[in-house]
């Protein structure tokens, strides 16, 4: 079993950056795809940005498209998501999640962080 845990949320400026991170306790992490994903108030939990086991396939979401980049360390059992020119409409609770392939759906993914608060100021 995969557990993860986020990391790096907080309060920022618009136009800032932030980088989050999902520490994985699993001994597999390498077998998994990785997403992020986030809900904001009154929203649907929304897709960011998935990458394969490799970290050679991305993808992302359009609202965040050239802004945000995600990567990962599989030494390290971790996963980055670096998030640049954040925008207020960026707040929300970002989940870290595992899956067997870097899908869209969050009903795809097998495992999930508690989620960890991204707050961006006007």
């Known amino acids: 079993q995969e557990q993860l845990v986020e990391s790096g949320g907080g309060l920022v400026q618009a136009g800032g950056s932030l980088r989050l991170s999902c520490a994985a306790s699993g001994r597999t992490f390498s077998w998994y795809a990785m997403g992020w994903f986030r809900q904001a108030p009154g929203k649907e939990r929304e897709f960011v940005a998935a990458?394969?086991?490799?970290?050679?396939?991305?993808y992302y979401g359009d609202p965040v498209k050239g802004r945000f980049s995600i990567s990962r360390d599989n030494a390290k059992n971790t996963v980055f998501l670096q998030m640049n020119s954040l925008k207020p409409e960026d707040t929300a609770v970002y989940y870290c999640?595992?899956?067997?392939?870097?899908?869209?759906?969050?009903?795809?993914?097998?495992?999930w962080g508690q989620g960890i608060q991204v707050t961006v100021s006007s």
């Open positions: 999640a595992a899956a067997m392939a870097p899908m869209r759906r969050a009903s795809d993914y097998r495992y």
């Open positions: 990458i394969n086991w490799s970290g050679g396939t991305t």
